[in-house]
């Protein structure tokens, strides 16, 4: 570009010549300096932290007591039954999650589309749960799945299903069941709102070419209205994911990993582990578990994206 | 808006449109029991709250003022308001200026920058809490409304930058230009020029942000200790442990907690709608 500026001064290169004259780098740094320095103190500077401080052993908050082990929390963690518990809730609640939500999601979104009478009430109701924050929504549902003034048990009480209360979050069959629950029943809304923003980008003379060979509503569905929303449901999956994984306020609030250990995930385990067991070291390996979990998901956005393209 | 209809098919049938609309509003109450029940709960007496009846003899009010005392809800309000404000604030400011330096005054190394910032989007704050802590240990600011105000704004920069590098892009390099030849400052042609145009910009980002912050947990429980800094979510839970028979009165907190937000949907719902759906597919 420099040489082809330097033989032909065309009004571009000199537009760009000047502006290049009057905008130094210094005033662009200048500009990106307040979110550089912030971001790198509490983001970027905490990733490397967290990387390296899962290669020591580290009790308490004196960094002198730091010693370099290695691998050793890893390894420690992949012979730790309570680990691999967690681990394996958590794939379970982030696919769990991912589905039913983007299956309600989606399958709302085309209800809503219909503007059928009701069809806007419904869709201000369903976003009310997403303005929660997840401590009021999993207080919420730790009240109506309690045993003794349970809403459910109320419910099916009343109904004649059930003649004791049945205690939903102290059975380790049911606790993490109750949080997918309450989880789906919080964000349903959101992956609604989304898909509902897709479906009004989806090419109309697409739909009328369809219309015209005589397809239904299956096959208009299928062939014109999915696959033009795959942009959209790879990012709502995506969002679903990283929420999954990171997974951590509502299931502190409902059961704190219990009973027994039934309904303990990544988070709630890292953060047993680093405040109330002072183990740093083994906390941050956790915790760049769950950063590469995240990573591998996005990048596997990507891939994915470009493979349909 | 027929356009949209159509493109899944408006049912033209009567009948169709009569049991859609029938599982609409079916579909409506049951997502709205859960809320109505913790509605119920909040007005109910204490010995109420353990009986099989879903409503109240009759509603106790009186149970608003006294979750307002005992949870110490002014105090909770005051600081969660000044840190959702304080930090949405501090992150929009450093947000366009990032972005207007990523699309109009681009240097070297800007590119890259931009791509680092956005790991931010893909690395959850929870797995940061244990470097997060030590950190504001050193830095003075464990158990400071300013420290958790400045972790807020450290996790709300690269959505902000995005979704305000995004509207930047659309505003074309000529308007700068011929501000740039009148002598206009870089800092006025910011603020005075484009700021105004990026208005619904600002306003995706300050309701992603005002969401985020205001509900926010992890971070809060990690960095604040004293309850005299605690923001609603976590003074609500904190008192959880104190008060754990008195489910009418958390019922009643948790309402109240939730009243400013519903407030702004209400008023501005379809800002609300547009603000969550850019700002999740500009991600």
Same mark, same amino acid.
């Given at each position: 570009m420099s040489v082809q500026s330097a033989s032909v001064p065309s009004p571009i290169s000199m537009v760009r010549r000047r502006e290049r004259r009057t905008t130094p780098a210094i005033v662009g740094i200048g500009f990106v300096a307040p979110t550089v320095v912030i971001f790198a103190g509490f983001v970027a500077v905490p990733i490397v932290a967290v990387f390296l401080t899962s290669f020591t052993r580290w009790t308490g908050f004196d960094i002198g007591a730091i010693s370099w082990i290695g691998f050793q929390n890893y390894a420690d963690l992949l012979r730790d039954p309570i680990f691999l518990r967690a681990f394996a809730h958590t794939l379970i609640f982030t696919i769990a999650t991912t589905v !039913?939500?983007?299956?309600?999601?989606?399958? !709302?979104?085309? /209800?809503?589309?219909?503007?059928?009478?009701?069809?806007?009430?419904?869709?201000?109701?369903?976003? /009310?749960?997403?303005?929660?924050?997840?401590?009021?929504?999993? /207080?919420?549902?730790?009240?109506?799945?309690?045993?003794?003034?349970?809403?459910?048990?109320?419910?099916?009480?009343?109904a004649g299903i059930i003649h004791q209360p049945v205690f939903w979050l102290g059975d380790k069959r049911f606790a993490l069941a109750a949080i997918i629950l309450a989880t789906v029943w919080q964000f349903a809304g959101y992956d609604m709102i989304l898909y509902y923003a897709g479906l009004q980008n989806v090419p109309h003379n697409l739909l009328e070419a369809a219309e015209l060979d005589g397809a239904g509503y299956g096959r208009k569905l299928r062939h014109v209205v999915i696959p033009s929303l795959y942009h959209v449901m790879s990012v709502v999956v995506l969002l679903n994911v990283i929420g999954g994984l990171r997974i951590f306020d509502i299931v502190y609030v409902m059961t704190r990993g219990g009973p027994n250990r039934s309904s303990e995930v990544l988070a709630t385990y890292m953060y047993e582990q680093g405040f109330q067991l002072n183990a740093m070291g083994i906390a941050s390996a956790i915790a760049v578990i769950i950063v590469l979990l995240a990573v591998v998901a996005s990048a596997l956005r990507i891939r994915i994206l470009r493979h349909v393209d | 808006m027929s356009i949209s209809a159509e493109a899944t098919g408006i049912p033209r049938h009567p009948l169709t449109r009569a049991s859609l609309s029938a599982g609409a509003v079916v579909l409506a109450v049951? @997502?709205?029991?859960?809320? @109505?029940?913790?509605?119920?709960?909040?007005?109910?007496?204490?010995?109420?709250? *353990?009986?099989?009846?879903?409503? +109240?003899?009759?509603?106790?009010?009186?149970?608003? +003022?006294?979750a307002w005392v005992q949870f110490g809800l002014g105090q909770l309000f005051l600081n969660s308001g000044v840190i959702t404000v304080a930090s949405v604030a501090l992150t929009i400011v450093a947000a366009m200026c990032a972005a207007y330096a990523f699309t109009k005054v681009r240097f070297r190394g800007s590119e890259t920058l931009f791509s680092v910032l956005l790991l931010g989007v893909v690395v959850p +704050?929870?797995?940061?809490?244990?470097?997060?802590?030590?950190?504001?240990?050193?830095?003075?600011?464990?158990?400071?409304?300013?420290?958790?105000?400045?972790?807020?704004?450290?996790?709300?920069?690269? #959505?902000?930058? *995005?979704?305000?590098?995004?509207?930047?892009?659309? #505003?074309?390099?000529?308007?700068?230009?011929?501000?740039?030849?009148?002598?206009c400052s870089e800092n006025r042609i910011l603020w005075r020029i484009l700021a105004p145009l990026a208005r619904g910009a600002i306003a995706t980002v300050t309701i992603l942000l005002f969401l985020a912050n205001w509900n926010e947990f992890i971070l809060a429980l990690v960095l604040l200790r004293d309850n005299a800094s605690f923001t609603l979510p976590l003074g609500i839970n904190a008192?959880?442990?104190?008060?754990?028979?008195?489910?009418?009165?958390?019922?009643?907190?948790?309402? #109240?907690?939730?009243?400013? #937000?519903?407030a702004i949907y209400l008023a501005l719902q379809g800002h609300f709608e547009r603000g969550v759906t850019e700002g999740a597919l500009k991600a």
């Amino acid at each position: 570009m420099s040489v082809q500026s330097a033989s032909v001064p065309s009004p571009i290169s000199m537009v760009r010549r000047r502006e290049r004259r009057t905008t130094p780098a210094i005033v662009g740094i200048g500009f990106v300096a307040p979110t550089v320095v912030i971001f790198a103190g509490f983001v970027a500077v905490p990733i490397v932290a967290v990387f390296l401080t899962s290669f020591t052993r580290w009790t308490g908050f004196d960094i002198g007591a730091i010693s370099w082990i290695g691998f050793q929390n890893y390894a420690d963690l992949l012979r730790d039954p309570i680990f691999l518990r967690a681990f394996a809730h958590t794939l379970i609640f982030t696919i769990a999650t991912t589905v !039913l939500l983007n299956a309600a999601g989606f399958g !709302l979104a085309l /209800l809503v589309n219909t503007h059928v009478p009701g069809a806007h009430f419904l869709k201000a109701v369903l976003f /009310l749960p997403v303005l929660l924050s997840p401590v009021i929504v999993g /207080l919420m549902w730790s009240g109506l799945l309690r045993g003794v003034g349970g809403g459910l048990n109320q419910l099916l009480e009343f109904a004649g299903i059930i003649h004791q209360p049945v205690f939903w979050l102290g059975d380790k069959r049911f606790a993490l069941a109750a949080i997918i629950l309450a989880t789906v029943w919080q964000f349903a809304g959101y992956d609604m709102i989304l898909y509902y923003a897709g479906l009004q980008n989806v090419p109309h003379n697409l739909l009328e070419a369809a219309e015209l060979d005589g397809a239904g509503y299956g096959r208009k569905l299928r062939h014109v209205v999915i696959p033009s929303l795959y942009h959209v449901m790879s990012v709502v999956v995506l969002l679903n994911v990283i929420g999954g994984l990171r997974i951590f306020d509502i299931v502190y609030v409902m059961t704190r990993g219990g009973p027994n250990r039934s309904s303990e995930v990544l988070a709630t385990y890292m953060y047993e582990q680093g405040f109330q067991l002072n183990a740093m070291g083994i906390a941050s390996a956790i915790a760049v578990i769950i950063v590469l979990l995240a990573v591998v998901a996005s990048a596997l956005r990507i891939r994915i994206l470009r493979h349909v393209d | 808006m027929s356009i949209s209809a159509e493109a899944t098919g408006i049912p033209r049938h009567p009948l169709t449109r009569a049991s859609l609309s029938a599982g609409a509003v079916v579909l409506a109450v049951v @997502v709205l029991a859960p809320v @109505v029940w913790v509605l119920s709960l909040s007005l109910k007496t204490p010995r109420e709250t *353990l009986s099989p009846g879903m409503f +109240p003899a009759s509603p106790q009010f009186g149970n608003y +003022p006294t979750a307002w005392v005992q949870f110490g809800l002014g105090q909770l309000f005051l600081n969660s308001g000044v840190i959702t404000v304080a930090s949405v604030a501090l992150t929009i400011v450093a947000a366009m200026c990032a972005a207007y330096a990523f699309t109009k005054v681009r240097f070297r190394g800007s590119e890259t920058l931009f791509s680092v910032l956005l790991l931010g989007v893909v690395v959850p +704050p929870s797995a940061l809490v244990v470097p997060l802590l030590i950190q504001m240990r050193y830095l003075g600011l464990y158990d400071t409304r300013l420290g958790l105000t400045l972790a807020y704004v450290a996790f709300g920069l690269p #959505i902000a930058t *995005l979704v305000f590098r995004g509207f930047f892009v659309s #505003i074309p390099h000529e308007i700068i230009e011929a501000a740039r030849l009148d002598g206009c400052s870089e800092n006025r042609i910011l603020w005075r020029i484009l700021a105004p145009l990026a208005r619904g910009a600002i306003a995706t980002v300050t309701i992603l942000l005002f969401l985020a912050n205001w509900n926010e947990f992890i971070l809060a429980l990690v960095l604040l200790r004293d309850n005299a800094s605690f923001t609603l979510p976590l003074g609500i839970n904190a008192q959880l442990g104190q008060y754990t028979s008195a489910y009418q009165l958390i019922a009643a907190a948790s309402i #109240i907690a939730s009243l400013p #937000i519903f407030a702004i949907y209400l008023a501005l719902q379809g800002h609300f709608e547009r603000g969550v759906t850019e700002g999740a597919l500009k991600a």
